[in-house]
Nanobody, 113 residues
Framework: QVQLVESGGGLVQPGGSLRLSCATSGSIFSRNAMVWYRQAPGKQREFLALITTGGSTNYANIVKGRFTISRDNAKNTVYLQMNSLKPEDTAVYYC???????WGQGTQVTVSS
């Protein structure tokens, strides 16, 4: 069982920014790529971004240029910097260890004026 703890969500106006964080155990974090997903009400969970142990990144087209994934190996934490937020970014955001079917509680992001 992999424990994941997401934080940093909240209410933000369109065009605003948020930075999400996700912490997990060190042994898991150091050996695996990390991924961010989100799930909006009534929709399937969708992939947003991935970062490998070496720092290579991959983004879904819907967030490319607006979101940035990063990791701090000393803190066993992965981040998602979200800029230029839109109402359609409203969702619960989850992190995941690539290849593991374990999920945290997620963090709610609401983009609204």
């Amino acid at each position: 069982q992999v424990q994941l703890v997401e934080s940093g969500g909240g209410l933000v106006q369109p065009g605003g920014s948020l930075r999400l964080s996700c912490a997990t155990s060190g042994s898991i974090f150091s050996r695996n790529a990390m991924v961010w997903y989100r799930q909006a009400p009534g929709k399937q969970r969708e992939f947003l971004a991935l970062i490998t142990t070496g720092g290579s990144t991959n983004y879904a087209n819907i967030v490319k240029g607006r979101f940035t994934i990063s990791r701090d190996n000393a803190k066993n934490t992965v981040y998602l910097q979200m800029n230029s937020l839109k109402p359609e970014d409203t969702a619960v955001y989850y992190c995941n260890v690539a290849g593991y079917n374990s999920w945290g509680q997620g963090t709610q992001v609401t983009v609204s004026s």
